[in-house]
Each structure stands twice: as C-alpha cells, then as structure tokens.
C-alpha cells in the first residue's frame, strides 16, 4: 500500500546520491522555467529562484529529520514489543516470586519515561536504515485530520503532474508535425505566433490534432493505470541520458548563437504580472521532498547528508540559471515556447535534422515512461486514503473504479487546455506550496513533540535539521500561507482585468 514501510534496497554512496537527487529534481519543470524567467523578469526571476531554493533546502531537511524520527520510534516499539514478549515468557515458565514480578512490573510503567531519556545516549537510534514514506510519517506524527489533508494534497499534486504530462506530449507531437507537414515547415520557433484554429493537415486544424494525438496517447498509456507498473533500472539510466543530452544540446546551441551575435533576446529586469506564474514554475521546478524517503534511506554513509543535499542545491541553481538566462538572451520574449526544447526545432537555430527532431520528441519520450508511474502512484494514494483497517475493496472498486478516478481528470483538463505554463504554475503554486512547504514544517514540529514525548527533552536527533529553532517552522508556515493567499488574489485579479 501507498505510504507504508518498504525495504531499503541496495544501499549506493552519497555522491551517488547526489546525482539521483540531482536528476529527480531537475525535470519536466526546468523546460517551462526559461519562459517563466522572460515574463518576470530576469532580476526578480533570479531573486525568487533563490529565495524558493533556499526555502525548499530548508524543508528538505525537516523532512530528514522526520525521517530519523521515525526510524527511531520504531525502533524504540519493536525494543519495548521484544522486552514485553521476553517477560511473558519468564511469567509462563513458572516464576513464583509474584512480589518481584508485581514489582517489577510497577517500576517498568512508572520509569519508561526514565529508562527512554537512559536509552537517548546511543545515537543509533535515530539511524536512518528504514524506508518510511511520508504517508507513513504523517499517519505516525499528525491526527486524523491531518493525515486526509497530507493525502488530500498529495493527490492534487498528483493530479496536477498526470494533466502536464497528458498536455506536453501532445503538444510536442502537435508543434513538430504539424510544422513538418504545413507550410510552416522549420517555423516552430521562428516566432510566427499558431492559433488553435490554424490548419495543420488539410482540413485538421491544430486544436484537432492536439486532441487526436491526446486520444492516442490516453488509449496507449492509460490502460497502464489499470495495471501494477514499476520503473526499472533501464528506464531511469536511459530517460537520465536522454534528458541530459536534451539540456546540454540547448545550452551549446543558444551559447553558440549568443556568441555569433545572433542573440534576439532583450529580457527586462521586472515584470510583476509574470511573478504568478514564476512561483509556480520554481515550486514544481524543486519538487523532491515527497520521494526523499526512498532517496535519503540508501545512502550508505548519511554523517554529512545535510550538506551533500546543500551542494544538490546550489549546483541546481546555477544548473538552472545558465539554462534559463542563455534562453532570454539567445530568443525574444515573444518566441519562447511553453516547452523550450519546442525552440530548437527552428531550421535556423538548427540544420541538422536528427537534432531537431530528438529535440522536439524529447518530451514524447521522458515523459511517456514517467506517465505511467505517476498514474499508479496516485491510484494506491487513493486506495491509502480510503482504506480501513481488516477492510478489502469489491473488485470493480478496486480493478475499475480507483483506476478510472486517476485518469479521467486529468485528461479532461488536457482536453481542455494545453497551457503548460499555467498547468505547472498552478499545480505548483497549490498543492506543491502543500507539499514543499507545509507538510514538512509540520513533519519537523510533531516529530520533535513526540521524540520528546518518547525519549525526554534531553533527547538530541542527530539528524535534527541546521534550521532547529521553531522560528523557522513559524517562518515557512507563515510564507506557505503567504503563498497561497497571493497566488490566489492574483488570479482573482487578473481574471477581473479580463
């Protein structure tokens, strides 16, 4: 079941690690992120992305520190568990001496609170060795309430992520055809602004073929949520190649027009109608703390993990900023597509064929195999989030009904839309806000109340975040907060204006 305890797996080195973290963080967000730096605005842009990597550092290490904490509780039940089946044996082998077992007894329920502050010496005992996800961590740690609103959030993230990759890939599919086989042949990123209505093959116009390449791409990898997926080793090594050709091609090629004073780009300092959106964009582009569990567990060596996980970071950030300031710089604002691999398939950007192509289809292909996974995951969140306790579904419940809530919404909202940039700002401005900022602060203050609780006050977590003090709990709740209610007056804004 989603959210429960799983095997480590095979343990791999920090430095490994790093690299898993860095290829899970950088994803499909970094390909919306160069239009999203032109809208705002390359200063306020390069400020927020700071600001946001800074902030989601500091959630990334409450969650490990939740983590720890829950290794430890367990640790700590299956200790008291293996002490009391150990005294039922002895009281069943014909001890005697009721007085010493009445005694005995007595001082174990006064004095575990003691005897737990005795045991906090050992610092193993906040060993991350198990893999506990957050679903777990937050049936542990929160009440009730809180534990439908962890599942809550999370779904609507999935959610959100299914309707972008059900809108890119047929986006891409729709931009590269329909300029290969129209008069626009070469022209996707030439400037020449599409509408919906534009014919694309003969009489098909473009919104037609979107759709049609959607129904394709739904009727091929949707049955798949009906089924149990699991991504192989293959997969990850051959999506992580293809996606890291795909970012370095673009960055040589817009490097290589820069400095043949080619560059169209005149980007402006400050745009704050773009910040909306950029926020978004930012959130989902450093989205990892819901699957830092089974990212954090197998490191071999977890002593300095804090800092390895900073380094991820600040190479993120300068990953991220020589990606988007070569795009605002080697294209106009008015030019840059919602998917920046979409610019690449310009025959004057690029004349050889095979690049242009690999480019455009890039997203068909990382995207294709991520589709599956993300479809699954969610569907067993939602069998999480309504099962009881000895319960089991009708077959149609679980083989038909669960599939189908997982993947007819978020193709409706494909069908209905194909904004990536909106898709990813929006999903990341809510339910990422959720995700990245409020669940872990409250991971990182309940698992302190009850490692307290457990152990005693004297008890120190060596995994305890750099960021202790409960100031910056408060802080990023209050930001989180923040968040929600800007981004959601300017929405209200700018549809008024409309």
Known sequence: MAGGITDTGELYSPYV?????????????????????????WLVSLILLMFLGFMSYMTTTFVVEAMAAANAQLRWKRMEKRKEDDEDEDSSSGVS?????????????????????????????????????????????????????????????????LAIYAAAVPVSLMQVTCSVTGNHSCNVGDGTKYNDTDKCWG????????????????????????????KTKYLQIMTSLMRWIAFILMIILALIRISRGQAEGHPSMAQLSGIRNLFG?????????HSLPSLITPISKKKHVNKLVLLDYILILAFYSLLSFTAIYCFRNDTLMDMYTLNFTNCEIINVAFIRYFLGLFPVFTISTNFPIIAVTLRNNWKTLFHREGGTYPWVV?????????????????FCTHDLESLVGITGAYAGNGIQYLIPAFL????????????????????????????????????GFSCFVFVTANIVLSESKL
């Open 281 to 289: 964009v930012c959130v989902y582009s450093f989205m990892c703390q």
């Open 97 to 161: 001496d009721s007085d010493v077992l009445l005694q005995d007894g007595y001082e174990r329920a006064e004095t575990r609170p003691i005897l737990s502050v005795q045991r906090r010496g050992s610092p193993n005992i906040f060993e991350i060795t198990e893999r506990v996800e957050m679903g777990q961590m937050a049936s542990m740690f929160f009440n009730k309430v809180g534990v439908n609103l962890f599942y809550f959030c999370i779904i609507i993230y999935l959610y959100g992520d």
């Open 398 to 414: 679980d083989r038909i009904v669960f599939p189908a809530i997982t993947l007819i919404p978020p193709v409706l909202v494909a």
């Open 444 to 479: 990182a203050y309940c698992s302190r109340k009850d490692t307290q609780l457990v152990f005693g006050n004297g008890t120190v977590n060596k995994h305890l975040s750099p960021f202790r003090h409960t100031f910056w709990i408060v802080f990023v709740l209050i930001w």
């Open 203 to 230: 009489p098909i116009r473009r919104i037609d073929a979107y759709r049609l390449y959607l129904a394709a791409f739904t009727l091929l990898l949707g049955p798949f949520t009906f089924f149990n997926v699991q």
């Open 17 to 41: 690690g790093l690299v898993y973290m860095f290829n899970l963080i950088v994803g499909t967000g970094a390909l919306t992120m160069p239009k999203a730096f032109a809208t705002a605005g």
